[in-house]
């Protein structure tokens, strides 16, 4: 079982089971006083579905957030036979202590062969280090409660979120699937399934959430957090795609009521587990997705991004920031260096600098902090990231909300495509990717205190993160794809449009070599 710290293993032991598959699905769990990060891994120079999906849970393991052990054999693999229920694919699901004190995991599996048909599989911990795993051969066994006959669509049926439920007494299961009838857009809901011995489990009639707004959530989880129950889930289709919370104040029964998205669609199927020593945080897990260059289409799976740390505030809400012990493995506090302060005012126009001495001291791998305070009314204002004499690039847009501490955050292409007719008439077609010119957007992000008007950002090759005040992320691939990539092209510059902002505190710190 190869180890090594996060440091030198970064980005292929962390991020990528190897340097020809893709990391996806993250499914943590502490046992024994350990991490252990499950999550699936695409087949080795694969690239679309169905190949890609015919993935194997990979493992790594640590103590700490730093340093990581990958285990060289997949903790499970797809089924050899075609008629075995996972033949295509060990997908997402979760693992859970069981009442013989043993790990056990329930997986979805998946077979082309029956229709695309998605099923429960349970596997069980060989020893109780969780050193292997025997998984069985068929599905769980399932038992319809009264009125739960044709409840749910036969299709999408996966990623399921076990856990003990303490004060029933039983152990939960929550699944990712459809309403039989509705409006077919919108009839994506959560089941509610029960066991008393994690072996035959009751379907309940009542899904445990229907928001009847989305296709079908995935990679569901439920957890506590101080007096709050909070539900977690991913969307792949806007509105509000990526890794979303809700919150219920009455108990896991819910209702779970809307309160929040972590991130885009980028940082994808996030889970969670409980931070060890710190029982008032979680630690998540997400992916970054990777992007074909061929076609320009983006890809299932990509780079495990650096785990995050989430808490709840007073009220409810919860917080997003890097795990500092993981981010300052990567990034050494001893390699971080000061920028100067600046003001930046612009009366009509805008105003940019850009910050040259990161691109040459760094290339491509270092962390960028600032914090920001408007000086007067300002249009908008942020940070501008791998951007050519011609402004094509990506730029983080801040823009203030008139009579408030809040402000919209974007993560934003430049150039935007235009319309069909000024596309013709100029000749300049560009591509029109699927999450818009705003690649990621939250709207009404609090900032009423210096503490979040500070942006963190992560940036290791292609990938990009952007904490903003500890409220939201925006995670995106920054990838150009060309023919013609112009040389001179600035790493990271600021931006003020019409209005006045000081920027303080700017440091950079260059990843470790």
């Known amino acids: 079982m190869p180890s090594s710290s996060i440091t030198r293993s970064f980005p292929q032991l962390y991020s990528r089971p190897s340097t020809s598959q893709a990391a996806a699905d993250a499914i943590p769990f502490v046992h024994n006083s350990t991490y252990h990060l499950f999550h699936l891994s695409t087949p080795p120079n694969t690239v679309h579905h169905p190949p890609r999906l015919r993935s194997t849970w990979s493992r790594l393991r640590s103590q700490d957030l730093v340093s990581w052990e990958r285990d060289d054999k997949p903790a499970l693999s797809p089924g050899a036979s075609t008629n075995a229920p996972d033949a295509d694919g060990a997908w997402t699901g979760s693992a859970v202590t069981g009442p013989d004190g043993r790990l056990h995991i329930f997986y979805t599996g998946y077979n082309l062969a029956a229709a695309g048909r998605q099923v429960i599989i349970h596997a069980i911990a060989d020893d109780a280090d969780a050193s292997t795993f025997t998984k069985s051969t068929k599905s769980i066994d399932i038992v319809q409660a009264p009125g739960a006959q044709g409840v749910f ?19 939960w299961m929550l699944v990712a699937t459809r309403l039989e009838a509705g409006p077919y857009w919108t009839r994506g809901c959560l089941a509610l399934l029960t066991s008393e011995d994690l072996q035959t489990w009751t379907l309940n009639a009542e899904p445990l959430h229907a928001p009847n707004d989305l296709f079908c959530p995935e990679c569901p989880e439920l957890w506590q957090l101080g007096d709050y129950w909070y539900l977690v889930y991913s969307r792949f289709s806007s509105p509000g795609s990526g890794t979303i919370w809700k919150v219920s104040t009455n108990g896991p029964r819910g209702p779970f009521r809307a309160a929040g998205r972590f991130d885009g669609r980028r940082w994808y199927a996030a889970k969670s587990c409980a931070k060890i020593g710190d029982p008032e945080k979680r630690v998540f897990f997400g992916w970054t997705g990777d992007k074909c260059k061929e076609d320009g289409k983006w890809l299932w799976g990509g780079s495990m991004a650096l785990p995050r740390a989430v808490s709840a505030g007073a009220d409810g809400r919860l917080m997003i920031e890097p795990v500092d012990e993981a981010v300052n493995a990567v990034f050494p506090p001893t390699q971080s260096q000061k920028l100067e302060a600046c003001k930046m005012q612009a009366v009509g126009t805008m105003q940019m600098k850009w910050l040259d001495e990161v691109k040459t001291a760094t290339e491509g791998r270092y962390k960028f902090e600032a914090e920001f305070k408007m000086l007067s009314e300002t249009s908008s204002f942020g940070l501008l990231f791998r951007t050519d004499a011609d402004m094509h690039g990506h730029q983080l847009r801040l823009v203030p909300l008139r009579g408030t501490d809040a402000v919209s ?105």
């Open 409 to 513: 955050v974007a993560l934003t292409v430049c150039p935007p495509p235009l319309d069909d007719f000024w596309a013709d008439q100029y000749k300049l077609y560009i591509p029109r990717g699927v999450d818009g010119p705003d690649v990621v957007r939250h709207d009404y992000v609090e900032m009423a205190t210096e503490e979040h008007r500070k942006l963190t950002v992560l940036v290791m090759g292609e990938t990009l993160e952007v904490f903003v005040g500890g409220r939201v992320v925006l995670s995106y691939r920054l990838q150009d794809n060309r023919d013609d990539v112009p040389k001179d092209i600035h790493e990271l510059g600021l931006f003020v449009d019409d209005g006045e902002v000081e920027f303080s505190n700017l440091r950079y710190t260059e990843a470790y070599s």
């Open 153 to 171: 669509e036969d299709i999408d049926f996966r990623d399921p979120y076990v856990f003990h439920n303490s004060a029933e007494g039983c152990y």
